[in-house]
């Protein structure tokens, strides 16, 4: 081996995995080639069955080998394709497989993107400074909307999805498609005056909505004019632009923002179902509170009826007539009792009479000596004289009689 290289003799010799490895340490080692952006065409497109995006950037000099790993390629805003314009921005390293140096990107945007992406931040900062986003001026949906607005593309899934969803939620409502085109230069314009027609119909809710798609698609949604067109709106405005990862202006100034026209529906609209157990619910209770109220109010009315006809003239009348009629009761038991007391009193009289009277006493042939002339009863012999005319009462019957002698002692 000396013989053959005797310059490098004294040299370590590497192996080609050792060199590699040394190489691609020296890539990872320099901070210059951890951040890079690198424009290109995009050529040799795969994905692997694992996801991986892999593919080449050249221009007219060069040819870079760049790798998407699928945790970056599942959220990027959009697919690359062959024949696109891109900026990569990822790491330089080396495939030691392979010894090749290759770029590791981590997002993959349309050449030109990055500036229109830090003008859309400039314009998004200014509105926001304008109040435009602000919270304070977004209004609540109403509860049971009667006319919704939709603002859309008359062929796109975006207006079937919303057709669907409110014809399941709440078929009560009047819905008016206003149609315009959702991307390209003229949309923002067609956008700005479909809004304008459906707030001149009045609508209780205006959906505007678009599908899913790339990020350049759904620009039309971050123009300054689509963004005072939403916050002049009459009419609240809900959003349902692109996938849930899509957040355009539109969406921050719209009063509600959705994930996707679906929900867009949802969110504008209450479920019936959910509306007539509600209903059901209440009814119970009225009708709950009502005959509650029916039983009160008839009792009320029922004591009132009793007072009123207590307070009548006729109802006074008749209990005058029955008061009188109980003092006639009473005053016949009183008159008759106190009949009956006087005559036992003179029955008692009667008797007393008959125990103490001359009756008795002239049965035993006694009998009671009156002056004829005056009737003055003869209690003494010198009442009388001689020749004076006296009546005799006897117990049976009386007779006149001469006095002949006048004796003044018994015997």
């Not at 995009?42 to 991986?52: D, E, F, K, M, Q």
């Not at 599942?74 to 497989?97: I, K």
């Not at 798609?213 to 609240?236: C, K, M, Y």
């Not at 006694?366 to 006897?394: D, F, K, M």
Request: proline letters at 4%; one cysteine or more; hydrophobic letters at 45%.
């Amino acid at each position: 081996m000396s013989a053959q290289f005797p310059l490098f003799a004294a040299e370590p010799i590497w192996s080609v995995a050792a060199l590699t490895h040394f190489v691609r340490e020296l890539f990872d080692s320099n901070p210059q080639l951890q951040d890079v952006s690198v424009e290109g065409e995009v050529s040799n497109l795969t994905r692997s069955a694992a996801g991986h995006l892999y593919f080449t950037l050249r221009d007219a000099q060069a040819a870079l080998s760049c790798v998407v790993w699928r945790a970056d390629a599942t959220v990027l805003a959009r697919q690359p394709v062959n024949g696109d314009q891109v900026v990569a921005f990822g790491s330089v390293s080396v495939y030691e497989q392979s010894g090749r140096y290759q770029l590791y990107a981590s997002s993959v945007q349309l050449a030109g993107l990055g500036e229109r992406l830090r003008q859309l931040e400039e314009l998004k900062r200014r509105l926001a400074a304008e109040g435009l986003f602000d919270a304070a001026r977004k209004r609540a949906l109403p509860a049971m909307p009667r006319h919704i607005a939709l603002v859309t593309s008359p062929r796109g899934a975006a207006v079937s999805d919303m057709r669907r969803v409110l014809a399941r939620r709440w078929p009560l409502a009047l819905v008016s498609l206003l149609p315009t085109v959702v991307q390209g230069e003229r949309a923002p314009e067609e956008i700005v005056a479909a809004l304008q027609a459906a707030n001149r119909k009045h609508p209780d809710v205006i959906l505007l909505a678009r599908g899913g798609g790339a990020i350049e698609d759904l620009w039309a949604f971050n123009d300054e004019r689509v963004v005072r067109a939403i916050v002049a709106s009459a009419s609240p405005v809900v959003t349902g632009v692109g996938h849930e990862t899509d957040v355009t202006l539109a969406d921050f100034a719209a009063d509600v923002r959705a994930a996707t026209p679906s929900v867009a529906a949802e969110l504008a609209t209450p479920n019936q179902n959910d509306v007539r157990q509600r209903l059901d619910r209440s009814s119970a209770r009225l009708d709950a509170l009502m005959r509650t109220a029916l039983t009160q109010r008839t009792a009320a009315l029922l004591d009132a009826l009793r007072i009123l006809q207590a307070l009548s003239p006729r109802a006074q009348l008749r209990a005058t007539a029955a008061r009188l009629q109980g003092l006639q009761l009473r005053l016949q038991r009183g008159l008759q009792s106190r009949l009956l007391l006087q005559r036992a009193h003179l029955h008692r009289m009667q008797q007393l009479l008959l125990t103490l009277g001359p009756g008795p006493t002239l049965a035993r042939g006694y009998a009671i000596v009156t002056h004829a002339a005056s009737g003055i009863v003869v209690r003494q012999a010198q009442a009388v004289q001689p020749l004076a005319q006296v009546r005799v009462r006897l117990a049976q019957g009386s007779f006149t009689a001469e006095v002949r002698e006048v004796a003044a002692k018994n015997g």
